[in-house]
């Protein structure tokens, strides 16, 4: 069987700005796991309690479960460079505040 031609495979990744987007996910992806492991085992540490794991995880997907619907509204209503500032501000607070309570 002949090998598939490369540029068929990913021509998506021919547009310069599809590649900065990807590498962009790839990151914040990255730095997302992150933050959910260093939670979690935060709240492990401190209290030694699987049940206390377990709840901090399910609150953890509270949030997108009920705010989704609505956060698609917004998304499609508002200016994109200001959502992105606010959504950047929002996360470093959020490390912030885990780092405070670590210490």
């Known amino acids: 069987m002949p ?5 068929v495979l990913l021509p998506a990744l021919r547009s310069r700005n599809y590649r900065l ?3 962009g996910q790839g990151v ?3 730095g ?5 492991i260093a939670t979690v085992w935060l709240v492990y ?3 030694n309690s699987a ?3 377990g709840i901090v995880g399910f609150i953890g997907q509270i949030p997108s479960f009920l705010l989704t619907p609505f956060g698609g509204v ?3 209503r ?5 959502r992105l500032c606010r959504s950047f501000t929002h996360s470093r607070s959020q490390l912030y505040r885990n780092d405070r309570m670590a210490i």
């Open 51 to 53: 049940l206390m794991l």
């Open 74 to 76: 917004f998304v499609d």
């Open 45 to 47: 540490h401190l209290t």
């Open 32 to 36: 997302t796991w992150m933050t959910q």
């Open 28 to 30: 914040s992806l990255i």
């Open 3 to 7: 090998a598939p031609d490369r540029q």
């Open 21 to 23: 987007f990807f590498a």
């Open 78 to 82: 508002s200016d994109p460079p200001s």
